[in-house]
């Protein structure tokens, strides 16, 4: 069983030795830690804290049984079968507020959340960034209703289809900012992929197709009829030993955007941002 993003933000709390024990035997590394998130979420109710433990003890990750996710100093909400938001998508958090927060448009900008998961991206960056026009997508209907839960906080919008097919078509030309973390795990990697990620997350979260890229070059392919004149695409991708930001540059500069590679180290998130 593997930890989980959540913890990074545990602060400490009431832990039960028991509870920590059986956890610590299922595999978990910080058992004491999620025992105490357990408890706390049973409310005292016994029959809710060993459905909980017992959950966890067959190697549901954490945030599904909680129902939360701490992500970009946030909490957001996660619904089973919806992919978990990841660390390092902090990254693609950090270029599009910024682009955003520096660009002194004179007029609302709008930012388009693609393939948008819980929501996790786009409420980061209308938590940081105020008064931005919000709109996510996702092809999957439970991904959809997370997500609109999740960014009705920031008067954001939530539409069912696939990639841009579902946009209001009146922002074409008018988006300054599309966040997409696309799948991109190559098919053949998709064996690797962490034992709880393989068993809980749907497998059209992860896979990005024979090299990983499909759906990245499809989102590069279809950037330049929504984006604004000096509108950003920002993608997702492994880190240069892949061989995929080198890729996903070429596929960036075929549809016709300026590309560049950002590193975060802390992070170790690597992103491919393209410019219209
Ligand atoms: C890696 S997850 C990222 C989710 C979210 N952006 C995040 O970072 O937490 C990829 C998402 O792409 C969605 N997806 C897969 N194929 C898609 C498509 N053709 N069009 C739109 N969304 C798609 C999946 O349902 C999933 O929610």
Known sequence: MSCNTFLTAYRGGVTDPG????LRAAGCV???????????????DPDVLEEGVAR????????????????????????????????RTGLLVDVVAGHVA???????????DLACGSGAIGLAVARRV?????HATDVDEAAVACAARNVAEVGGHVHLGNMYDPLPGELRGRVDAIAANMPYVPRERLDYMPTDSRRFEPVWTV???Q???????AAAAGAGEWLAPGGILVVETGDERT????????????????????????????????RS
């Open 19 to 22: 509870i920590a024990a059986r």
């Open 30 to 44: 910080f058992a004491e830690e999620e025992a105490s998130l357990l408890l706390e979420r049973s409310g005292g």
């Open 56 to 87: 966890r003890e067959a190697g549901e990750p954490l945030e599904y049984i909680l129902g939360r996710v701490d992500f970009d100093g946030g909490r957001v909400g996660i619904d089973p079968g919806v992919f978990i938001p990841r660390r």
């Open 102 to 112: 520096g660009s002194r448009l004179g007029r609302t900008p709008v930012v388009v």
């Open 130 to 134: 105020r008064g931005i026009e919000l």
């Open 207 to 209: 896979d990005g197709g």
């Open 211 to 217: 090299d990983g890229l499909d759906l990245v070059r």
């Open 243 to 274: 061989g995929q930001p080198r890729e996903a540059v070429a596929a960036f500069e075929a549809a016709g955007l300026l590309a560049d590679v950002r590193w975060d180290e802390e992070m170790e998130a690597t992103a491919v941002v393209g």
